[in-house]
């Protein structure tokens, strides 16, 4: 059920979902408000357009039942990262457990405050995360700090590729 999430000011942030079993909302839709400097959001994150919200969510789709795969944006947001993975939620939700295959490969680390969205929705998506296949190239230290983030987020069936291939391959593999 849709609902409008208010932030601490009373101000709408958004529209999201709340969490049946915990009573705590998630953003779908970010608020296109402004950030009062409260939330964690950086200078950077401006409005939206419809053309730019429909872009990043294109980068989030059902690859096959029970395969999803989420492309990255090279510099997130706290609002990219709360409509991305609000999609992964709301697309992950179709299947009891699900696989996301994960293209990491262009990325820049993230800010403190797109860390702390990212594990508050990761916690979230984590019991029904069956495998989480990850791209990276062939960037070493990337992969460290990806399954350090993974295992401290409880997901813990991970796998790492150097190709959207071969990780496509796997997850198709794992998904049987």
Not at 11 to 38: I, K, V, W, Y
Not at 83 to 107: A, H, N
Not at 108 to 117: F, H, I, K, T
Request: hydrophobic share 40%; glycine share 6%; proline share 6%.
């Amino acid at each position: 059920m849709s609902q409008v999430v208010l932030g601490q000011d009373g101000s709408p942030r958004g529209s999201g979902h709340r969490d049946t079993e915990t009573g705590e909302m998630f953003l779908a839709q970010p608020s296109l408000a402004r950030s009062n400097g409260d939330d964690g959001a950086t200078p950077d994150d401006a409005e939206m357009t419809p053309e730019e919200r429909s872009a990043m969510l294109s980068r989030v789709y059902v690859l096959e039942p029970g395969i999803v795969f989420y492309r990255e944006i090279p510099v997130q947001s706290v609002e990219s990262i709360d409509l991305m993975l609000g999609r992964l939620y709301e697309l992950g939700c179709q299947w009891p457990t699900f696989i996301e295959v994960l293209d990491l490969s262009k990325v820049e680390r993230p800010s403190p405050a797109v860390r702390a969205v990212i594990r508050r929705w990761m916690l979230r998506l984590a019991p029904r995360m069956a495998h989480l296949c990850v791209i990276i190239e062939t960037n070493l230290v990337m992969r460290a700090v990806a399954r350090f983030v993974a295992y401290s987020m409880n997901v813990t069936q991970l796998s790492f590729y150097e190709t959207e291939a071969e990780a496509i391959d796997a997850a198709r593999r794992l998904r049987g």
